[in-house]
């Protein structure tokens, strides 16, 4: 039985046959996806902090922000940020136990 570039069974021969340049191919594709995987996620959070937040705080946009619309902002993007965490810290448990159980 043998396992995919990512991992899944392709049901022909034994993991172990992967080339040393294979499972290093492996492994640097394996890398490049969780790192574009986090930049689109922070892109996606900070786009959605600024959208959610400036509706929420910004009543009257104009050249500066008041300490009033400062503090807002603030307060906005932290419990956004504590939100995000929380529900990726959930999915990411979520995904591992799948993986672990061969759901995924």
């Known amino acids: 039985m043998a396992f995919s570039l ?5 049901g022909t021969a ?3 046959t992967l080339s040393p340049q294979a499972e290093a191919v492996k492994e640097q594709l394996r890398k ?4 574009e995987s986090s930049i689109a996620n922070a892109q996606e959070l ?3 902090i600024s959208l959610n937040c400036f509706d929420l705080c ?7 922000l008041s300490p009033e ?3 807002c902002l603030g307060q906005c993007a932290e419990k956004y940020m504590q939100a995000w965490n929380l529900v990726s810290r959930e999915y990411t448990r979520q995904v ?7 759901q995924i």
Not at 58 to 64: E, N, V
Not at 96 to 102: I, L, V
């Open 6 to 10: 990512f991992g899944g069974n392709t």
């Open 96 to 102: 591992q136990e799948m993986s672990r159980k061969g």
């Open 14 to 16: 034994p993991a172990s």
């Open 46 to 48: 900070i786009s959605k």
């Open 58 to 64: 910004i009543s009257t946009p104009g050249s500066s």
């Open 32 to 35: 490049q996806v969780v790192t």
């Open 69 to 71: 619309d400062q503090k």
